[in-house]
């Protein structure tokens, strides 16, 4: 799927677009009618034979719980079922994998993290209210997609910030028709954001742009219309902080597209590329699949391009591959080192 968005908070457009990336109206048919109900007699079976007391909100839940959960309703039955109502809702092949449906370890650990979308231990009535409701299942789906701890958020790299800042006031002879920005693997749009406002406080505005680019479509469509249906006042305080931006006439323009790093260029290349919270860390850090990040973010850099890169993860127990084999990536894609505050760096040669 191609995809690719100019940023907008009108609430017309935003209908317009989500249905281009979902199916609106009910979903319920007898088939997934018979599913539901099947599965709501799996969970009648395992509440009548559970010798615990049943997940309510609250719950402390211990490992005996948990296992004795994944004995008798296994994570795999539920999971089954909200993945058919989901890929039935969406218009693309949704990355499930990488959700708490996978990640958590039995039916009462969704269960804990998804409180309160889902409000009582039975899926069956949550199931059949998402395949009915559409306003639910979106509401759901980006919840799923986009929980509350998923990297999101402004002023994660503040040393970076400034840094590129002082490095645009440096430089801005050499980009005297505007400057070519990508925030790589956006996630949900903070940093892209951010770096357009280094860019306009910079002096870079008309004949500039910025693009962030990210590998979902939920976490794209989130970035680009600041969408959070799931989390209210996490909306309010994106919009508050980008609004004065998106109305700027001085400011650059700004997109968002579906991408990855690793696959081939399709755009024009990029004087700058960010790539924040994605490199080394527990998202990416095996080795083919980290040559082949880089290989990637460097074919996206002009000649004389600059890559920067940073993640919170090299502070602490999480980092998986240590700065000095990060930057011998880089090395060995032609990019030559620079050494700054924050992450790591590396220009291509002109």
């Given at each position: 799927?191609?995809?690719?968005?100019?940023?907008?908070?009108?609430?017309?457009?935003?209908?317009?677009r989500l249905e281009r990336l979902l199916?609106?109206?009910?979903?319920?048919?007898?088939?997934?009618?018979?599913?539901?109900?099947?599965?709501?007699?799996?969970?009648?079976?395992?509440?009548?034979?559970?010798?615990?007391?049943?997940?309510?909100?609250?719950?402390?839940?211990?490992?005996?719980?948990?296992?004795?959960?994944?004995?008798?309703?296994?994570?795999?039955?539920?999971?089954?079922?909200?993945?058919?109502?989901?890929?039935?809702?969406?218009?693309?092949?949704?990355?499930?994998?990488?959700?708490?449906?996978?990640?958590?370890?039995?039916?009462?650990?969704?269960?804990?993290?998804?409180?309160?979308?889902?409000?009582?231990?039975?899926?069956?009535?949550?199931?059949?209210?998402?395949?009915?409701?559409?306003?639910?299942?979106?509401?759901?789906?980006?919840?799923?997609?986009?929980?509350?701890?998923?990297?999101?958020?402004?002023?994660?790299?503040?040393?970076?910030?400034?840094?590129?800042?002082?490095?645009?006031?440096?430089?801005?002879?050499?980009?005297?028709?505007?400057?070519?920005?990508?925030?790589?693997?956006?996630?949900?749009?903070?940093?892209?954001?951010?770096?357009?406002?280094?860019?306009?406080?910079?002096?870079?505005?008309?004949?500039?742009?910025?693009?962030?680019?990210?590998?979902?479509?939920?976490?794209?469509?989130?970035?680009?219309?600041?969408?959070?249906?799931?989390?209210?006042?996490?909306?309010?305080?994106?919009?508050?902080?980008?609004?004065?931006?998106?109305?700027?006439?001085?400011?650059?323009?700004?997109?968002?597209?579906?991408?990855?790093?690793?696959?081939?260029?399709?755009?024009?290349?990029?004087?700058?590329v960010l790539c924040n919270g994605l490199?080394?860390?527990?998202?990416?850090?095996?080795?083919?699949?980290?040559?082949?990040?880089?290989?990637?973010?460097?074919?996206?850099?002009?000649?004389?391009?600059?890559?920067?890169?940073?993640?919170?993860?090299?502070?602490?127990?999480?980092?998986?591959?240590?700065?000095?084999?990060?930057?011998?990536?880089?090395?060995?894609?032609?990019?030559?080192?620079?050494?700054?505050?924050?992450?790591?760096?590396?220009?291509?040669?002109?």
């Amino acid at each position: 799927m191609q995809l690719s968005f100019v940023p907008t908070t009108d609430q017309g457009e935003i209908r317009l677009r989500l249905e281009r990336l979902l199916v609106p109206g009910s979903l319920l048919d007898p088939a997934l009618e018979r599913r539901i109900a099947r599965l709501g007699g799996a969970f009648e079976s395992y509440a009548a034979g559970y010798p615990l007391p049943l997940w309510a909100p609250g719950l402390a839940v211990s490992n005996e719980m948990r296992g004795l959960t994944e004995a008798l309703f296994p994570l795999e039955q539920p999971r089954a079922v909200f993945e058919m109502v989901l890929r039935r809702g969406c218009r693309f092949s949704p990355l499930l994998s990488a959700s708490y449906l996978h990640g958590s370890a039995s039916w009462i650990d969704l269960l804990q993290k998804l409180w309160p979308l889902l409000p009582c231990a039975d899926p069956a009535p949550v199931l059949r209210r998402l395949a009915e409701d559409e306003a639910e299942r979106i509401t759901f789906l980006f919840a799923l997609m986009l929980p509350q701890h998923f990297g999101g958020g402004f002023d994660r790299y503040p040393v970076q910030t400034r840094w590129l800042s002082l490095w645009l006031r440096a430089n801005a002879g050499r980009f005297p028709h505007g400057i070519r920005v990508l925030d790589a693997a956006c996630g949900s749009g903070e940093g892209t954001y951010q770096a357009a406002q280094v860019l306009a406080d910079a002096g870079f505005g008309a004949g500039s742009s910025v693009h962030g680019s990210t590998l979902e479509p939920i976490e794209l469509f989130a970035a680009a219309h600041m969408y959070f249906p799931h989390a209210a006042e996490r909306e309010r305080e994106y919009r508050g902080r980008v609004g004065s931006l998106l109305c700027h006439p001085g400011a650059p323009a700004l997109e968002f597209y579906l991408d990855r790093v690793d696959a081939p260029l399709q755009r024009a290349p990029y004087d700058l590329v960010l790539c924040n919270g994605l490199l080394g860390g527990p998202l990416l850090h095996d080795p083919v699949e980290l040559a082949a990040a880089f290989a990637g973010l460097a074919a996206r850099l002009a000649p004389g391009g600059l890559l920067v890169a940073a993640d919170r993860f090299h502070a602490g127990w999480r980092q998986r591959v240590p700065n000095e084999e990060l930057v011998d990536r880089m090395r060995a894609c032609r990019l030559t080192p620079l050494e700054i505050p924050e992450g790591i760096a590396g220009i291509k040669a002109s």
